[in-house]
């Protein structure tokens, strides 16, 4: 690996201006310990849609997809097209580990265009499944009417989305044709699949069992596959030898190996040129089942990104929507919270302070919100999340760091 890890460290440093500045000073070759970890702020910051740092070159074929971002400023990540083959037919090997099998007939129910990943990146895993499947490209911004019509007249055996989309197609098929007992398979990704959602999707589909289809991001790519043997749905096991994965402190950044202790998880993907990741932050927290076999388990989000539904919204964007609506007020700390609450996620932005116009305040941020987030917005009107809540709070409120004292920005209250 530190060959391969070399020859993609001096590659990004001599055409990428970003990844030039974060090595300078450094000589190989290379042990993944002596890099310096992404700075996040600073990496989205750099990759921009005009004026570029972090690609290496132009793009001159591949796929552009939106990864979040503000609607004024969004966040892109590309890839060339041999890159994005082979993230898919990589991917697509642990689909027999998620309980696919010969014949099934899958109903792809991702959301589809402006420049989201799910339903195409799902599509592209999908042609490139080691066992034969038929494709149905519903997508999830379908009427639901014709989703159900297309399942029953298809025969659908497995169904894939994500967990908000799939239990508001469960409540529909619950109140028109009561259940569809034919689909045995109900595949997720993008954010976790809750016990009180579950209760839900198994009364409309009652024989159908729940797996995650695998773990990816659109700015990093792929992470881990199924592990068929393992009936918790937060354990993966990382594509190696072409990505490595690790855990590290959250507090010093060292390296944990061993099981059961939480840690960031950081990527590097030693095969993507045009935008290289190395070391990179891929915003959740997760623990080590077994080192030997790159096995681990999700545990949630770190603190770079609120994820609610199926919408991340970055901590550094919504802590400049609070300074914008308490300008001239006293803000002693900020913090993220994401709960459960009636089945729902909701986002609590806990703010410390005492503004002179509580109402106002509110109501800025609020609006501020859906402003840099206008899908956030749409999965409130929908009911697919709860409403934003702010709460007004003293300082001693904000939690902190047991270990360190400081205070967190990211506290994640939703059961795992």
């Known amino acids: 690996m530190n060959r391969e890890l070399t020859e993609l460290v001096d590659f990004a440093r001599a055409n990428s201006p970003f990844y030039k500045g974060l090595y300078d000073g450094l000589t190989g070759p290379y042990r993944i310990t002596d890099l310096p970890i992404i700075d996040q702020p600073a990496f989205w910051a750099a990759n921009t849609v005009h004026g570029n740092r972090v690609l290496t070159g132009p793009q001159r074929d591949g796929i552009v997809f939106k990864t979040g971002g503000t609607t004024s400023a969004p966040r892109v990540s590309v890839y060339t097209r041999e890159e994005w083959r082979e993230m898919a037919a990589t991917f697509a090997t642990g689909l027999t580990a998620a309980g696919v099998r010969p014949g099934d007939r899958v109903a792809n129910l991702y959301h589809a265009g402006e420049l989201y990943s799910g339903f195409v990146f799902t599509l592209n895993v999908l042609q ?50 009561g259940s569809l007992p034919g689909v045995r398979l109900i595949l997720f ?35 881990g596959a199924p592990v068929a043997d393992d009936s918790d749905v937060r354990v993966f096991r990382a594509f190696q030898p072409s990505r490595v994965l690790e855990i590290v402190d959250t507090v010093d950044a060292s390296p944990i ?41 999700l545990l949630g989000r770190a603190d770079e990104g609120a994820r609610i539904g199926h919408v991340t919204l970055h901590l550094d964007h919504l802590r400049a929507v609070v300074d914008s609506a308490t300008t001239g007020e006293l803000v002693e700390g ?35 919100v859906d402003e840099i987030s206008p899908r956030f917005a749409g999965q409130v009107r929908d009911g697919i999340v709860q409403p934003l ?12 760091n047991p270990r360190t004292g400081k205070a967190m920005r990211l506290v994640d209250e939703r059961p795992v």
Do not use: M
């Not at 099981?259 to 990527?267: A, E, Y």
């Not at 994401?338 to 109501?363: G, I």
């Open 128 to 177: 490139q499944a080691l066992v034969d499947t038929v494709q149905l490209p519903v997508a999830g911004n379908a009427p639901l009417e014709f989703t159900v019509q297309t399942l029953r007249d298809f025969d659908a055996t497995v169904l894939a989305g994500f967990p908000t989309y799939l239990v508001g197609l469960a409540k529909f098929v619950r109140d028109t044709v």
């Open 334 to 368: 900020f913090q993220v919270v994401l709960r459960r609450h009636e089945a729902k996620d909701q986002l609590v932005l806990r703010v410390a302070c005492e503004p002179a116009d509580r109402a106002r305040a509110t109501a800025a941020i609020s609006a501020g």
């Open 257 to 297: 190996e061993e099981p059961g202790r939480p840690g960031r998880l950081l990527l590097t993907d030693l095969g993507r040129r045009l935008l290289p990741i190395i070391r990179y932050p891929v915003g959740d927290l997760a623990e080590w089942t077994d080192f030997p076999s790159r096995t681990f388990r």
């Open 189 to 223: 990704s993008g954010e976790a699949f809750y016990g009180d959602q579950r209760a839900c999707v198994e009364a409309a589909f009652p024989h159908a069992s729940i797996r995650s289809i695998g773990y990816a991001s659109v700015d990093g790519g792929i992470l």
């Open 389 to 400: 809540a702010v709460a007004w709070v003293s300082g001693a409120e904000i939690r902190t």
